[in-house]
């Protein structure tokens, strides 16, 4: 349990609550800041109006971070801005995106460069975020065994 | 247009492969990955895929292909395709059922656009497109 004051009122935040509070919010796009709560990624101001019920010009990302820091969640700050689409570069790495889709394994998720932007059963809700927040990105499903990577001859 | 290679999760198996992110008809914020496949004829991508750029199937009879040791049924439509600024008109099979992660590029509407270069020590391929 934490005790916090925000915008004049005390609150006890109990990290399960969170956790459980935000199961069928969807992320919205990280600007610059974020915070992972169960995986997926949010803008820390949004949780905290999600938890208080507060209106998000009454605190600051300093605060949210903060509060959300000492629940135990893991707050951090995007290190660049996410292209989205076709990569064009050269080099002999492969992109290091591996790491980045295993948490996404048999998942739809909208990708932007290195960064997840959000995760989904279908790809109707993954195309939806897109739309709703204005964002490009990759949509596919992650794969989860060989059997959805393997290389075929399509011929009738 | 050089691409890199695309690492995937550890459960999928070993090795990244050449996966090229392509818009589908006049839609611009949906890339959709599809392994550039020396080795097919058709291109092919799931059915989720025309719903979204809105192709009507309805009327198009099915042409049964096999993929992944399985089959799925294709109806084919012309449609625009675009990667990195380029963009082709060609026909498309959409798939249902669909067994994998990506769509396949093939020869029929997309190696024939394109001088395709496969680098694959350096885990890169490369993309000119052909002046026709």
């Known amino acids: ?156 | 247009m050089i691409v890199p290679y695309t690492e995937l999760p550890q459960a999928a198996g070993p090795g990244p492969r050449p996966l090229l992110d392509l818009t589908f008809g006049d839609v611009e914020d949906v890339f959709v990955p599809c392994l550039a496949d020396s080795g097919a004829v058709q291109t092919l991508v799931p059915q989720w895929v025309a719903s979204d750029c809105g192709v009507t199937l309805d009327h198009v009879p099915p042409a049964t292909f096999g993929v992944g040791g399985g089959s799925t049924q294709a109806r084919f439509a012309i449609v625009r395709l675009s990667v990195g600024g380029y963009a082709w008109e060609a026909a498309v099979g959409f798939c249902d059922p669909w067994p994998y992660a990506w769509g396949l590029l093939g020869h029929a509407s997309f190696f024939r656009f394109f001088i395709v270069t496969f680098r694959a020590a350096d885990f890169e391929f490369e993309l000119v497109p052909i002046d026709e």
Not at chain 1, 19 to 34: G, K, Q
Not at chain 1, 76 to 81: G, I, M, Y
Not at chain 1, 92 to 115: I, K, P
């Open chain 1, 1 to 156: 349990m934490t005790l916090a004051t925000v915008a004049g009122h005390q609150y006890e935040f109990d990290a399960s609550i969170v956790e459980s509070e935000l199961e069928r919010v969807d992320p919205e796009p990280i600007n610059e800041h974020y915070v992972v709560v169960r995986g997926r990624r949010f803008p820390p101001k949004q949780v905290l109006a999600v938890i208080t019920g507060l209106d998000r010009a009454d605190f600051t990302t300093h605060q949210a971070r903060a509060i959300l820091r000492r629940l135990g969640f893991g707050v951090h700050r995007r290190s660049q801005p996410a292209d989205p689409g076709v990569a064009s570069k050269s080099g002999r790495s492969a992109g290091g995106d591996s790491g980045l889709l295993d948490a996404h394994t048999g998942r739809w998720v909208a990708q932007a460069g290195s960064e997840i932007l959000y995760a989904a059963d279908d790809p109707e809700s993954v195309t939806h975020w897109l739309r709703r927040h204005g964002r490009r990105a990759r949509v596919w499903r992650v794969p989860a065994d060989p059997g959805e990577t393997g290389s075929a001859l399509s011929s009738p």
